[in-house]
């Protein structure tokens, strides 16, 4: 019967819980892990009123990732924060009058987005993905459900992803039909 340790929120493998533990749980027939990992979520716009990020955090999610689907607030220019909340609105169900309320938009680029949430505290883990529809309409403005990008707004779409994962996005997401054509 293997003993887990926790020490600084860490499980410790197979460590032996000792005296000067502070406290033992005894999980005979119960599964110990470390939590689970929700790959798929729109949390988004709701980390910035919600950073507990319920209800996941309630069913012991522990990690999640946010900007699938192609989606997600950032990069935005002030004059397309409507465009977004709409966008959210109407493809993910989320209520537009909480999405105008609830973000603070003290971010334009993907860069200024990771910094804005890596500064709250958070209950979970959140990795970020970039997304193509806020990329997209960011370099090609209203137009950008009505035409196929140019080669010059295809490189600079390109060049905004790859600041993105320089930053630190987990990854690009795309989603067919969501503001097409490509």
């Not at 979520?41 to 009123?49: G, K, R, V």
């Amino acid at each position: 019967k293997p003993d887990a340790g926790v020490t600084d929120t860490k499980q410790q493998g197979d460590a032996l819980a000792t005296a000067e533990s502070r406290a033992t749980i005894d999980a005979t027939d119960r599964i110990v892990a470390p939590g689970f990992i929700d790959i798929h979520t729109h949390y988004d716009a709701q980390i910035l009123w919600d950073p507990d990020l319920t209800p996941s955090c309630w069913h012991g999610v522990t990690s999640v990732v946010v900007g699938n689907c192609g989606f997600g607030i950032a990069p935005t220019r002030p004059e397309h924060r409507e465009t977004i909340a709409r966008t959210l609105e109407n493809v993910e169900g989320m209520a537009f009058d909480a999405l105008v309320e609830g973000i603070d938009w003290t971010f334009e680029t993907f860069p200024e987005y990771l910094a804005a949430i890596e500064g709250m505290a958070k209950r979970l883990n959140v990795g970020v993905l970039a997304g193509h529809t806020p990329t997209r309409l960011y370099v090609l403005g209203e137009e950008a459900s009505d035409r196929e990008a140019t080669e010059a707004e295809v490189a600079e779409m390109a060049a905004i992803i790859k600041g993105a994962l320089e930053a630190g996005a987990v990854g690009f997401t795309h989603l067919f039909n969501a503001m097409t054509p490509l």
